[in-house]
């Protein structure tokens, strides 16, 4: 929302910028830029044209000389309306720059040089578009600064307003506040005019407009806005049209109230506001054609379609230069519609953001009035009557509020003259009673709904910061919460193994989940999305893990190691715990080459869960949307609780990153399920003693995990089990490779003797040869 200070002065003293800028943050309303719409435009002046020729090389243009006060200047236009002794906007090729930055520059056209350029509004930004060069229409002194003349030295603040404040999206409702932290008085328009009810017929036959007024008004004279008003209109980001146009922008920008202008001609003697069916072809301002889906209000004249209400009006209801009699719209409507219509026919606009919002119904009178006044002053013609019809009058809420809790919540008594003061000023009313106040609410402040509100209210226009800090209650012991503390303790082990966590929203893009084909559940599709790429509640984790982890990739931090706890919505929501990672190992030793790979990604995943004391199972499967081979499924006890694996190629250029990315993704409420107290056993006083067994393979056959699991059921005597070397080459049959084991042997009640070694590695040798495919090579 943009602010002109210009405009604000008009209802109360702005003072220092500095400070008003800080009033207005602290108030709600932050402050997000100050901007000087205008100060590109340099090296620009008045200067009079002393002559003026026809190109003799071309007859459609014109050869002037201009006189800047400094000295004479050969400017060409196209122009043909300037004549001698006119007054113009001049800047010289030296050092003059228009609205955009663009720099004065000499051109030789059909061989005459130039040394400047007249300047039009639309060069100046005072105008979308200029049929010509700008011309003073009063006498003014040559060589001045044309942003002096002019005005242009204004400045502007771009305000975060938030969507519970509709009444802050007005230069009236920021003077407001402003009059409320300042405790000073402020001024509102208060137009002298007054006009008599008509009988133009209006009909409303839908719940979705609340309030419709038409004021009609005759003998208008539609033509360019004043300067000051295009002005300030251009200021705030809004582009001049013509005088009635220009004149509902501003008592929208000015009240926060939108309005619109029909031209009476186009209108078939009536209005009528109505629901729309489905089908309907509506052609807008912006010359676009929508198709209505039903349940649009409808502006229409019984047969024509003039508007979409809340939104925009229809190109051929318009007004346009021939217009001579208006019909003005000052309406409100239901904010839930125009948000859906909005969103469905994807056309947001000024007046839909405020409608959307909630806009005040009983100010339409003194809408009506200042933009008659505006109207009548700036086009001409007469106000020929209103229609206002108000179906459920909406009347202003009561709400008490009791001393007892603004002191309990504000930790101090607040002065009761000051609670008043404060109300006042906000526009609430309030009558004292024996224990609080009760509080009339004004319309516009629709958010305030019940004494909390009123609290809030009181806290930010007294100073937050100016609010004791007090301990509201005595110390309490927390429970212990074994889920919070089992995800607490993830949270650890995984930061401690470099995994970076991420919070992600809880939408995924239909795109991606499609990549991954049925290797997850379609996740649920939203009825109203924030954007087609956010319109399904995610499946998985991994989708904006992998998002994030390209988004770190395209600004060059490629070792990315992150992870996620988070809930994933299929059947039913379930919480999971997901990691992504790709690049070096460890990217902070030079000595370390390194770079990730499956079986490092999968031993980091086991060494995050061993210190839980979670063993898991891993199985090869081959899934959608991950490399063939290199990807399958965690069992935790027998039940599948996981997936890893290997992104494939489709998807990495999808998010368009070239280096592999190993992705897992674990049910932690299984996990937390299976959790069992840890139990300590002594550690042996013993000797160990290890043996080696080596072993040719069939590729495929059988996996190593099977044989240390065989190796570790073989006796009790067993302690450890590991892989030493996995080797194929000379010496190895094909499609084989071979396989050594160290099993270590130890005994935590006695030193263990070579005969009972020898007879559990013995045991462990017709073990390992009873299965199938293989044979056993050497043993040490």
Same mark, same amino acid.
């Given at each position: 929302?943009?602010?002109?200070?210009?405009?604000?002065?008009?209802?109360?003293?702005?003072?220092?910028?500095?400070?008003?800028?800080?009033?207005?943050?602290?108030?709600?309303?932050?402050?997000?830029?100050?901007?000087?719409?205008?100060?590109?435009?340099?090296?620009?002046?008045?200067?009079?044209?002393?002559?003026?020729?026809?190109?003799?090389?071309?007859?459609?243009?014109?050869?002037?000389?201009?006189?800047?006060?400094?000295?004479?200047?050969?400017?060409?236009?196209?122009?043909?309306?300037?004549?001698?002794?006119?007054?113009?906007?001049?800047?010289?090729?030296?050092?003059?720059?228009?609205?955009?930055?663009?720099?004065?520059?000499?051109?030789?056209?059909?061989?005459?040089?130039?040394?400047?350029?007249?300047?039009?509004?639309?060069?100046?930004?005072?105008?979308?578009?200029?049929?010509?060069?700008?011309?003073?229409?009063?006498?003014?002194?040559?060589?001045?600064?044309?942003?002096?003349?002019?005005?242009?030295?204004?400045?502007?603040?771009?305000?975060?307003?938030?969507?519970?404040?509709?009444?802050?999206?007005?230069?009236?409702?920021?003077?407001?506040?402003?009059?409320?932290?300042?405790?000073?008085?402020?001024?509102?328009?208060?137009?002298?005019?007054?006009?008599?009810?008509?009988?133009?017929?209006?009909?409303?036959?839908?719940?979705?407009?609340?309030?419709?007024?038409?004021?009609?008004?005759?003998?208008?004279?539609?033509?360019?806005?004043?300067?000051?008003?295009?002005?300030?209109?251009?200021?705030?980001?809004?582009?001049?049209?013509?005088?009635?146009?220009?004149?509902?922008?501003?008592?929208?920008?000015?009240?926060?109230?939108?309005?619109?202008?029909?031209?009476?001609?186009?209108?078939?003697?009536?209005?009528?506001?109505?629901?729309?069916?489905?089908?309907?072809?509506?052609?807008?301002?912006?010359?676009?054609?929508?198709?209505?889906?039903?349940?649009?209000?409808?502006?229409?004249?019984?047969?024509?379609?003039?508007?979409?209400?809340?939104?925009?009006?229809?190109?051929?209801?318009?007004?346009?230069?021939?217009?001579?009699?208006?019909?003005?719209?000052?309406?409100?409507?239901?904010?839930?519609?125009?948000?859906?219509?909005?969103?469905?026919?994807?056309?947001?606009?000024?007046?839909?953001?405020?409608?959307?919002?909630?806009?005040?119904?009983?100010?339409?009178?003194?809408?009506?009035?200042?933009?008659?006044?505006?109207?009548?002053?700036?086009?001409?013609?007469?106000?020929?009557?209103?229609?206002?019809?108000?179906?459920?009058?909406?009347?202003?809420?009561?709400?008490?509020?009791?001393?007892?809790?603004?002191?309990?919540?504000?930790?101090?008594?607040?002065?009761?003259?000051?609670?008043?003061?404060?109300?006042?000023?906000?526009?609430?009313?309030?009558?004292?009673?024996?224990?609080?106040?009760?509080?009339?609410?004004?319309?516009?402040?629709?958010?305030?709904?019940?004494?909390?509100?009123?609290?809030?209210?009181?806290?930010?226009?007294?100073?937050?910061?100016?609010?004791?800090?007090?301990?509201?209650?005595?110390?309490?012991?927390?429970?212990?919460?074994?889920?919070?503390?089992?995800?607490?303790?993830?949270?650890?082990?995984?930061?401690?193994?470099?995994?970076?966590?991420?919070?992600?929203?809880?939408?995924?893009?239909?795109?991606?989940?499609?990549?991954?084909?049925?290797?997850?559940?379609?996740?649920?599709?939203?009825?109203?999305?924030?954007?087609?790429?956010?319109?399904?509640?995610?499946?998985?984790?991994?989708?904006?893990?992998?998002?994030?982890?390209?988004?770190?990739?395209?600004?060059?931090?490629?070792?990315?190691?992150?992870?996620?706890?988070?809930?994933?919505?299929?059947?039913?929501?379930?919480?999971?715990?997901?990691?992504?990672?790709?690049?070096?190992?460890?990217?902070?030793?030079?000595?370390?080459?390194?770079?990730?790979?499956?079986?490092?990604?999968?031993?980091?995943?086991?060494?995050?869960?061993?210190?839980?004391?979670?063993?898991?199972?891993?199985?090869?499967?081959?899934?959608?949307?991950?490399?063939?081979?290199?990807?399958?499924?965690?069992?935790?006890?027998?039940?599948?609780?996981?997936?890893?694996?290997?992104?494939?190629?489709?998807?990495?250029? /999808?998010? %368009?990153?070239?280096?592999?990315?190993?992705?897992? +993704?674990? #049910?932690? *409420?299984? &996990?937390? !399920?299976?959790? $069992?107290?840890?139990?300590?056993?002594?550690?042996?006083?013993?000797?160990?003693? /290890?043996? %080696?067994?080596?072993?040719?393979?069939?590729?495929? +056959?059988? #996996?190593? *995990?099977? &044989?240390? !699991?065989?190796? $570790?059921?073989?006796?009790?005597?067993?302690?450890?089990?590991?892989?030493?070397?996995?080797?194929?080459?000379?010496?190895?049959?094909?499609?084989?490779?071979?396989?050594?084991?160290?099993?270590?042997?130890?005994?935590?009640?006695?030193?263990?003797?070579?005969?009972?070694?020898?007879?559990?590695?013995?045991?462990?040798?017709?073990?390992?040869?009873?299965?199938?495919?293989?044979?056993?090579?050497?043993?040490?």
């Amino acid at each position: 929302m943009k602010i002109s200070i210009e405009w604000l002065n008009d209802f109360i003293d702005t003072g220092d910028l500095e400070r008003l800028a800080e009033d207005l943050t602290l108030s709600g309303s932050e402050v997000e830029e100050i901007e000087r719409p205008f100060e590109k435009i340099k090296g620009v002046f008045s200067a009079k044209v002393v002559e003026r020729k026809i190109h003799p090389n071309a007859d459609n243009l014109i050869v002037c000389k201009v006189d800047d006060g400094k000295g004479l200047h050969t400017i060409i236009t196209s122009d043909k309306t300037v004549s001698e002794g006119d007054l113009i906007a001049f800047g010289s090729c030296l050092n003059a720059s228009d609205v955009n930055g663009h720099i004065v520059e000499s051109l030789e056209i059909r061989g005459i040089k130039t040394d400047g350029m007249a300047f039009s509004l639309q060069e100046l930004g005072l105008e979308a578009h200029s049929e010509g060069i700008f011309k003073f229409e009063k006498p003014v002194e040559i060589g001045i600064d044309v942003k002096k003349l002019l005005e242009l030295e204004q400045i502007v603040f771009e305000l975060e307003i938030t969507p519970n404040r509709p009444d802050c999206l007005s230069h009236i409702g920021i003077a407001r506040e402003l009059s409320a932290v300042r405790r000073s008085s402020f001024k509102i328009p208060k137009p002298s005019i007054d006009f008599h009810k008509g009988d133009f017929p209006v009909f409303i036959e839908t719940d979705k407009c609340l309030r419709y007024m038409a004021l009609k008004i005759s003998g208008v004279t539609v033509k360019d806005s004043p300067l000051w008003l295009k002005r300030r209109l251009s200021s705030v980001g809004l582009r001049a049209i013509n005088n009635v146009t220009d004149i509902t922008n501003y008592v929208m920008m000015e009240f926060g109230h939108p309005v619109h202008a029909f031209d009476l001609e186009k209108i078939n003697s009536r209005i009528v506001v109505k629901d729309a069916k489905g089908g309907e072809k509506f052609v807008a301002l912006n010359s676009k054609e929508y198709t209505l889906n039903g349940g649009e209000t409808l502006i229409t004249d019984g047969e024509n379609v003039l508007a979409l209400g809340g939104i925009m009006g229809g190109k051929y209801s318009g007004i346009s230069q021939e217009t001579k009699d208006i019909l003005i719209e000052i309406a409100t409507f239901d904010p839930v519609n125009t948000r859906k219509t909005s969103r469905k026919i994807n056309l947001s606009t000024d007046a839909s953001y405020r409608f959307e919002r909630g806009v005040d119904p009983n100010d339409t009178l003194d809408v009506a009035k200042r933009i008659a006044e505006m109207v009548i002053s700036i086009s001409g013609g007469k106000v020929d009557g209103f229609v206002d019809v108000y179906p459920t009058v909406i009347k202003p809420k009561k709400i008490f509020i009791s001393s007892e809790k603004l002191s309990s919540y504000m930790s101090f008594t607040p002065d009761e003259n000051e609670v008043e003061e404060i109300f006042d000023y906000l526009g609430i009313k309030t009558s004292r009673k024996d224990n609080g106040w009760e509080c009339i609410i004004p319309t516009f402040r629709q958010d305030i709904n019940q004494d909390v509100d009123l609290v809030e209210e009181f806290a930010r226009i007294h100073g937050l910061d100016t609010i004791p800090s007090v301990m509201s209650m005595p110390f309490v012991k927390g429970e212990s919460n074994p889920w919070w503390e089992f995800k607490n303790k993830l949270r650890i082990l995984s930061t401690s193994c470099g995994y970076f966590e991420n919070v992600n929203y809880s939408f995924s893009n239909p795109k991606v989940e499609g990549l991954f084909g049925d290797t997850f559940k379609s996740g649920i599709k939203l009825l109203n999305p924030v954007s087609p790429e956010m319109s399904l509640m995610r499946s998985s984790l991994i989708f904006n893990l992998i998002d994030s982890l390209s988004y770190n990739i395209k600004h060059q931090e490629n070792d990315v190691k992150f992870f996620e706890i988070g809930k994933t919505f299929e059947e039913k929501e379930e919480e999971r715990i997901a990691f992504a990672t790709t690049g070096a190992v460890s990217p902070f030793d030079y000595t370390d080459k390194r770079s990730q790979d499956l079986l490092i990604f999968k031993g980091e995943i086991e060494s995050i869960f061993k210190n839980i004391h979670i063993d898991f199972e891993f199985s090869n499967e081959n899934m959608a949307g991950f490399e063939n081979g290199r990807c399958g499924r965690i069992s935790l006890n027998g039940k599948k609780v996981g997936i890893i694996g290997q992104i494939n190629r489709k998807v990495n250029e /999808f998010f %368009d990153v070239d280096t592999p990315i190993y992705v897992a +993704e674990l #049910k932690i *409420e299984e &996990i937390f !399920k299976n959790l $069992r107290p840890f139990r300590y056993e002594s550690y042996s006083q013993y000797p160990s003693s /290890f043996k %080696d067994l080596s072993m040719f393979v069939k590729k495929g +056959e059988i #996996k190593a *995990e099977d &044989i240390i !699991k065989t190796a $570790r059921d073989s006796s009790k005597y067993v302690q450890d089990v590991r892989v030493v070397d996995l080797y194929t080459g000379k010496g190895v049959p094909q499609n084989s490779y071979s396989i050594t084991i160290r099993v270590t042997y130890n005994s935590v009640e006695k030193t263990l003797s070579d005969q009972e070694i020898d007879s559990a590695f013995s045991k462990l040798m017709e073990l390992i040869e009873s299965k199938t495919g293989i044979t056993l090579r050497k043993v040490r």
